[in-house]
């Protein structure tokens, strides 16, 4: 009979913890770097001068065929069908948080005050993120710093935004 027993408790505890394994939902994989880029991407609205608009669009850093950034002054104009709004990103991650990098690029920053005379080619502006691992697929957004020419702006961040917002950039 304790023979019986230890079989019945074995079978009992075989049948009890399979049931668990097959029951138990998946882990859930932690989203790659693409989707999180994604998924926190800032929409991105640009003004554009009335006296040169093409001047203020986002490109490829190549969008005149080379990856020299001192002609681009000189090669607009000749490549203006080129210049498709692109984004770069990279992600950063540490146990607790990921840091999220977006950077835009302008083959020429146009001023058209005083006279032109503060525009430049060659700039790059951005924003990084702070987002905090809290247990959800893509995390909390806590913070927002937005780089430009002169500026650094922080921008703490107590919403997050729609995940069904639309994007108006693409992702290099």
Same mark, same amino acid.
């Given at each position: 009979?304790? /023979? /019986? /027993?230890?079989?019945? *408790?074995?079978?009992?505890? #075989?049948?009890?913890?399979?049931?668990?394994? $097959?029951?138990a939902?998946?882990?859930?994989?932690?989203?790659?770097? *693409?989707? %999180?880029?994604?998924?926190?991407?800032? $929409?991105?609205?640009?003004?554009?001068?009335? +006296?040169?608009y093409? #001047? =203020?669009?986002?490109?490829?850093? !190549?969008? =005149?065929? =080379?990856? &020299?950034?001192?002609?681009?002054?000189?090669?607009?104009?000749? !490549?203006?069908?080129? $210049?498709?709004?692109?984004?770069?990103?990279?992600?950063?991650?540490?146990?607790?948080?990921?840091?999220?990098?977006?950077?835009?690029?302008?083959?020429?920053?146009?001023?058209?005050?005083?006279? !032109? %005379? %503060? +525009?430049?080619?060659n700039?790059?502006?951005?924003?990084?993120?702070?987002?905090?691992?809290?247990?959800?697929?893509?995390?909390t $957004?806590?913070?927002?710093?937005?780089?430009?020419?002169?500026t650094?702006?922080?921008?703490? /961040?107590? #919403?997050?935004? &729609?995940?069904?917002? #639309?994007?108006? &950039?693409?992702?290099?």
């Open positions: 009979m304790p /023979r /019986r /027993r230890s079989v019945l *408790a074995a079978l009992s505890a #075989a049948f009890v913890g399979a049931t668990v394994l $097959l029951g939902p998946p882990a859930q994989a932690a989203p790659g770097d *693409a989707d %999180l880029a994604y998924r926190w991407a800032p $929409l991105h609205h640009q003004d554009t001068s009335s +006296s040169y093409t #001047a =203020d669009c986002l490109a490829p850093v !190549n969008y =005149d065929g =080379d990856w &020299s950034t001192v002609d681009d002054w000189e090669d607009l104009d000749a !490549n203006a069908s080129r $210049l498709t709004g692109t984004v770069y990103y990279s992600v950063a991650e540490t146990e607790t948080h990921w840091y999220i990098t977006y950077a835009f690029f302008h083959p020429r920053d146009w001023k058209d005050y005083p006279l !032109n %005379l %503060l +525009s430049h080619e700039d790059m502006e951005g924003q990084v993120e702070v987002v905090r691992k809290d247990g959800g697929e893509y995390g $957004l806590q913070a927002v710093v937005t780089l430009a020419t002169t650094s702006t922080p921008t703490p /961040r107590r #919403a997050a935004p &729609s995940p069904t917002a #639309a994007r108006t &950039s693409t992702a290099r």
